[in-house]
């Protein structure tokens, strides 16, 4: 079983930037696919940014909406994946979710909420 536990969200104005971090639980990170997702009032969760593990060569893709904005990464000593986030708009307010992947298992966190004021 993995947990995972996000952090580093909160208000920031427009232009600004945060760096949400996701920490997981237990052995083999590096075989998790991890990815972020947001979830906005009243829409859909959707995909933010993924990156695979190990076996997928840690490819990254991201969704049109944040590219060259936000950036994804891990730290596998760390266990730990990142979401830097630069040039935040108020569409990006949103409760921001990590989740990993590995062998059809998946996992989520609980979320962490991102405010973008004006």
């Known amino acids: 079983q993995v947990q995972l536990v996000e952090s580093g969200g909160g208000l920031v104005q427009a232009g600004g930037s945060l760096r949400l971090s996701c920490t997981a639980s237990?052995?083999?990170?590096?075989?998790?696919?991890m990815a972020w997702y947001r979830q906005a009032p009243g829409k859909q969760r959707e995909l933010v940014a993924g990156?695979?593990?190990?076996?997928?060569?840690?490819?990254?893709n991201y969704a049109d909406s944040v590219k060259d904005r936000f950036t994804i990464s891990r730290d596998n000593t760390k266990n730990t994946v990142y979401l830097q986030m630069n040039s935040l708009k108020p569409e990006d307010t949103a409760v921001y979710y990590c989740r990993g992947e590995s062998t059809g298992n998946v996992y989520w966190g609980q979320g962490t909420q991102v405010t973008v004021s004006p």
């Open positions: 990156i695979a593990g190990i076996r997928s060569l840690y490819r990254t």
């Open positions: 237990g052995s083999r990170f590096s075989l998790l696919d």
